[in-house]
């Protein structure tokens, strides 16, 4: 059994010109003390009921990153990233890019998001839950995709991709999945 450290509240008594300094401590001795995996949420706005939405919360990737320069040996993911929070191409390049500076250490946690006061506030297109769903889906099929050998195109009922290069890939490689990718779905 791995155990876990997630960090919801980052409104911490010092403030945002503490905070780098605080979360680095945090991170480096939940590490030491025997924490495997370092998990950030993947939201723009506090969530209730953790605080209000004007409380401070880092972007998550951004601070990810981070994470990964300050600690040696802990996975690093969100819980969970929000399927429209970003086009999947580009997620899958911001993970394996924090895998390959991590040194092997990224993981993708996603969902079909739910906070929809959350992305209509900054712009993020929030469809119904069903088609969340299949957005989420589909991304994961083109992550898995960019993520193997193939890098041709891509063409699903949301997304379309004309090619899925992803160089350099990803050190790891996912534990739920084949090590080569799925074929192209068309709809």
């Not at 401590?25 to 209730?48: K, N, P, S, Y």
Request: proline residues 5%; negative net charge.
């Amino acid at each position: 059994m791995d155990l876990g450290f997630h960090i919801a509240d980052l409104t911490w008594t010092a403030g945002p010109p503490e905070l780098a300094r605080t979360l680095g401590r945090l991170a480096r001795e939940a590490e030491a003390g025997g924490i495997a995996r370092l998990t950030v949420m993947d939201h723009f706005w506090q969530i209730g009921p953790v605080g209000a939405p004007e409380e401070s919360m880092l972007e998550a990737y951004t601070t990810l990153g981070y994470l990964a320069g300050v600690t040696e040996r802990v996975l690093l993911h969100t819980l969970v990233t929000g399927v429209v929070y970003r086009e999947p191409g580009f997620l899958a390049k911001v993970i394996s890019t924090l895998d390959v500076l991590s040194g092997g250490r990224a993981g993708l946690g996603i969902g079909a998001a739910w906070f929809q006061e959350e992305a209509e506030g900054l712009g993020f297109a929030f469809p119904p839950l069903g088609e969340r769903f299949e957005r989420l889906e589909e991304t994961l099929q083109i992550c898995l995709q960019m993520w193997g050998e193939d890098e041709g195109a891509f063409e699903g009922r949301h997304y379309r991709l004309g090619r899925t290069l992803n160089s350099p890939a990803p050190l790891s490689r996912p534990r739920w999945g084949a090590t080569t990718t799925r074929s192209r779905r068309r709809r």
